[in-house]
């Protein structure tokens, strides 16, 4: 009997069209999988076991009937509690959308379910996706499936920590300033961060309308690369696509023979725990020995970036949330009304400002890359911390200690670059450690090649945790 917690999105999916296994067969033993794993992760909000087994038996009936709709047919999965579907809750991780069901489906689900995937249900996130731990005043922390004492990172806590576990192939997450990067880091899985407005954000629940981004968390780059081709490209609902690039998958499946890694010479290898060191300098030895280049780069002043990435953050999250603000402020947890309250301290011009700086520090970015393809740097100075050290209003230090380990997530979003994270290593306690792999606007397909090619080589992304 085939186990299917042990298989990847493309594995599965294959075996299923060549009916090796059926569809049903592959959901009732996730299903079994969450329960297994729920208290321990606490990755799931909500799961629809009779939905997701009738269109399973759907699924397996069109299959019989030589029917394939698409490159997903029957395989389930499940997403961050943020993504509309029609008449379906969306509750957001926030008490002030309970019970809220959308008239419409975001579009990223849509092209999703049109290349045959399930619904299983909704994860875990940090409310109204601004925080970078998993912590959540309604819902209780997400737990790492490596360690349950230990934080997912945020906001796509539960897509993470869900992956990890094995009880969803792929989960969609967003990511405005890391939320798909720091916890794929966290929790040992590849996150895909998509280059801004290659992928639309319509009917998703919006944070910050010029850092926003949509991608998937999945246990390989092969897996992120293929839920990439579905769900990138123009999309009438949201116009900031409209110029996107189709998907080029002979690109996500070229050669890295020869391509030019930039590792940076300051800022993203400053202040690193020895075995994130270590975890990037055989990652380098790796590389070329898989026939890359590499090559030292001065990156400019990334405070700079950092800073304008928070102050455009705070600025457009705060007037999306205006409204509430104003009629229901008791109804936030007090760290993510905090945290939106801050964005009220700005100008107008300082805003401005931050938005018109934007293209100087991308031109700045691309000539510090040089010729290099892609830039590999940690995810984070240390692997994932205590859910009770980065407890804010529990822990004395937990403001220091989150602002240590997210130092490295902002920079990526202000430039709307691409960056794929992929795990490179764990420490002797077992703690997975990931590495970011920025590219060039619109190389995202560049950013998938090179993490195939390593995931080709070794075998981080197939190690698995057990629930204690």
């Known amino acids: 009997m085939i186990d299917p917690s042990n298989m990847t999105l493309t594995e599965v999916a294959s075996a299923i069209r060549k009916k090796?296994?059926?569809?049903?067969?592959?959901t009732k033993a996730m299903l079994?999988?969450?329960?297994?794993?729920?208290?321990?992760?606490?990755?799931?909000?909500?799961?629809?076991?009779?939905?997701?087994?009738?269109?399973a038996k759907a699924a397996d009936r069109e299959l019989a009937r030589s029917k394939d709709v698409g490159p997903l047919h029957g395989v389930p999965m499940a997403h961050k509690?943020?993504?509309?579907?029609?008449?379906?809750?969306?509750?957001?991780?926030?008490?002030?959308?309970?019970?809220?069901?959308?008239?419409?489906?975001?579009?990223?689900?849509?092209?999703?379910?049109?290349?045959?995937?399930?619904?299983?249900?909704a994860l875990h996130m940090v409310e109204f996706a601004y925080g970078p731990t998993g912590h959540n005043e309604h819902l209780g922390p997400a737990r790492n499936a490596w360690d349950k004492e230990r934080i997912t990172g945020g906001s796509s806590s539960g897509s993470a920590t869900a992956v990890a576990a094995r009880t969803t192939y792929v989960a969609l997450g967003s990511d405005t300033g890391g939320s798909i990067r720091l916890p794929a880091h966290f929790c040992g899985v590849t996150g895909v961060k998509p280059t801004w407005s290659r992928v639309s954000r319509a009917n998703a629940m919006p944070l910050s309308f010029s850092l926003d981004t949509v991608g998937p968390l999945a246990l390989s780059a092969k897996d992120g690369g293929l839920i990439q081709s579905i769900i990138s490209g123009p999309d009438p609902l949201d116009p900031t696509t409209l110029a996107a690039p189709a998907w080029n998958t002979k690109a996500a499946k070229r050669s890295i023979k020869g391509l030019t890694i930039g590792v940076p010479s300051n800022f993203y290898v400053d202040d690193l725990e020895s075995d994130v060191a270590k975890a990037l300098d055989q990652t380098i030895k790796t590389f070329k020995k898989l026939g890359a280049k590499v090559v030292k780069v001065k990156l400019p002043d990334q405070m700079m970036v950092s800073a304008a990435a928070v102050m455009t953050l705070a600025v457009e999250a705060a007037a999306t949330h205006a409204h509430w603000l104003r009629t229901r402020p008791d109804d936030y947890g007090a760290q993510v009304r905090n945290r939106l309250e801050n964005g009220l301290g700005y100008t107008g011009v300082q805003y401005l400002e931050a938005l018109r700086w934007r293209s100087a520090a991308i031109a700045q970015h691309l000539a510090a890359m040089g010729k290099a393809d892609v830039i590999l740097a940690p995810a984070s100075r240390a692997v994932?911390?205590?859910?009770?050290?980065?407890?804010?209003?529990?822990?004395?230090?937990?403001?220091?200690?989150?602002?240590?380990?997210?130092?490295?997530?902002?920079?990526?979003?202000y430039l709307g670059i691409p960056v794929t994270v992929?795990?490179?290593?764990?420490?002797?306690?077992g703690m997975p450690i990931g590495l970011q792999i920025m590219g060039r606007p619109y190389g995202d397909e560049t950013t998938i090649a090179f993490g195939r090619a390593f995931q080709d080589?070794?075998?981080f992304h197939r190690k698995a945790p057990m629930p204690s």
């Open 457 to 459: 080589e070794t075998d």
């Open 20 to 26: 090796k296994i059926s569809s049903v067969e592959v």
């Open 81 to 121: 509690d943020m993504y509309y579907m029609a008449g379906k809750l969306a509750e957001c991780g926030s008490k002030i959308r309970k019970g809220y069901r959308p008239k419409e489906t975001a579009t990223a689900v849509q092209r999703l379910e049109a290349a045959g995937a399930i619904h299983v249900g």
């Open 422 to 429: 992929i795990p490179v290593a764990h420490t002797a306690a």
């Open 384 to 413: 994932a911390p205590t859910i009770a050290e980065t407890d804010v209003g529990g822990a004395l230090d937990a403001e220091a200690i989150i602002q240590q380990v997210t130092r490295f997530m902002r920079p990526v979003n």
């Open 32 to 55: 079994a999988r969450i329960k297994r794993w729920q208290p321990h992760t606490n990755a799931y909000v909500r799961v629809d076991e009779e939905g997701a087994l009738k269109a």
